[in-house]
């Protein structure tokens, strides 16, 4: 392959695009990369509109101590991390359910230890983790056709579990998946246990101190060809190369190159015309991989009042805002931010309200477990993803069916045209494996290069 073939067109500035577009722009390419956006990092958007020089993250938040990838780049990059414990759970968490609420390890409040019921529940995630033994290939597995056309909650509901425990997983499945339970596929369950699930052993957390943007910030600086406000219409492909058309204002421009790498969320590649029409099965991949719906509430307020309360920002809950935790966790400050993070239904339903009338909702809900509480609230801030015009979704969420139907062909390009993101990697709806998704594909492009 001579200098002039080595060119490629990267669709999306976020950490998938961004990781792939540097990855070979270091190896000596010739990478354009465009961004509909004003700004990079996708799905990573670090807000800043509180005081005292607190940011809380809009989007993408949480670091695992296994995520290398994540890691590596904060080293190179010279940022700092701050701890955040585990994103499955802590001492302290509280729960309100059916009008009571408080720590959840309290016998009183609940006439049983509602952490141990919980416990029991992800021991059975554990046994279920069994029947995934490569959670890179599950359409693989022994029984992937029989458990993808199962539902999380046909397994939720089969267990002998207390019905506290059970509406705390219903919570947690709407807070990681962003789904219903009965959205989300077995198969992709037991894929995610053989990752996560497999002891009740919980990893350490991380963010960025200054924001998990300053990671897609870095990558974009040391890039010569980033082109923002720039949604790509469409990509008609040959067996030369690939012409890939974008609009800025009125008017269109297009790049040729001999590959291009699609990092967006497939949501918005249902809006990009093809040309000649995608395989088959790739346009089944893009038109048929569910999604979840998530919004975020962020509440800075001028004193940290859950620390006298003996709680530790964590909550889950079956009223509307699902899940709340620190999002200042990390940083010593008289102020704190809480979050409130709903997932599935009940997101979509406060993502459907205006940004005012969702944060009301929000405020109401922790005031009526904290009084008092809002009269101590100095700024807020919202995100609801499924409102964002270049995502339309917060991130893949397997429904059942979608994992033996799509799974392999995530991984395959579709001629010169190569598929990134969150949802394109075993590692879904984590910053890390946007990264390992780009990283994979700018490895596979420069060994098919010679």
């Not at 006439?111 to 029991?120: A, C, T």
């Not at 009338?357 to 009084?371: D, V």
């Not at 799509?406 to 001629?415: I, N, Q, V, Y």
Request: with cysteine; glycine share 8%; aromatic share 8%.
């Amino acid at each position: 392959m001579t200098t002039k073939d080595r060119t490629v067109t990267v669709i999306g500035a976020g950490l998938a695009g961004l990781s792939a577009a540097y990855d070979l722009h270091r190896a000596g390419w010739d990478v354009t990369v465009l961004e509909a956006r004003d700004r990079v990092g996708g799905r990573v958007h670090s807000l800043r509109n509180f005081s005292n020089g607190l940011v809380a993250e809009g989007g993408g938040e949480f670091i695992d101590e296994s995520h290398t990838r994540m890691l590596a780049f904060a080293r190179q990059f010279n940022l700092k991390l701050g701890k955040v414990g585990s994103w499955q759970g802590q001492d302290k968490d509280w729960a309100s359910f059916d009008g009571k609420s408080g720590p959840m390890s309290d016998v009183d409040i609940w006439g049983i230890n509602l952490h141990e019921e919980v416990d029991k529940i992800w021991l059975a995630l554990a046994e279920l983790a069994k029947y995934v033994p490569d959670p890179n290939q599950p359409q693989l597995a022994r029984d992937a056709e029989r458990l993808d056309r199962q539902s999380t909650a046909d397994w939720l509901n089969s267990l002998d579990a207390h019905p506290l425990a059970k509406k705390d997983f219903i919570q947690h499945i709407r807070s990681e998946y962003t789904c219903e339970p009965e959205r989300h596929s077995l198969l992709d369950l037991a894929r995610n246990s053989a990752m996560y699930y497999t002891t009740l052993e919980r990893n350490m957390n991380y963010r960025v101190l200054g924001g998990n943007d300053l990671i897609p910030s870095r990558l974009a600086e040391r890039l010569p060809d980033v082109r923002l406000n720039s949604p790509v219409t469409s990509i008609q492909s040959s067996p030369e190369g690939i012409a890939v058309t974008y609009q800025q204002d009125d008017s269109y421009f297009t790049v040729h190159s001999t590959f291009a790498i699609l990092a967006i969320p497939l949501t918005i590649a249902r809006s990009i015309e093809f040309t000649p029409a995608l395989p088959a099965a790739h346009q089944k991949m893009v038109n048929g991989i569910s999604y979840g719906a998530v919004t975020k509430v962020l509440i800075e307020y001028r004193q940290r009042f859950w620390d006298q309360r003996g709680w530790n920002g964590r909550l889950t809950s079956d009223s509307p805002i699902v899940l709340t935790w620190h999002a200042t966790s990390h940083v010593e400050n008289e102020h704190g931010i809480i979050t409130v993070y709903t997932g599935g239904e009940p997101g979509a339903k406060l993502a459907a309200l205006h940004d005012e009338e969702r944060t009301y909702l929000a405020i109401a809900e922790i005031e009526t477990l904290f009084p008092g509480s809002s009269d101590l609230i100095e700024n807020t801030a919202t995100m609801a993803w499924t409102n964002e015009p270049y995502t339309r979704a917060s991130y893949a969420a397997l429904a059942p069916g979608e994992v033996t139907a799509h799974w392999k062909t995530l991984f395959e390009p579709a001629g010169r045209l190569f598929f990134a993101g969150e949802q394109a990697t075993p590692i879904q709806g984590f910053m890390e494996g946007a990264v390992e998704s780009g990283q994979r594909v700018a490895a596979t492009i420069l060994a098919g290069s010679g």
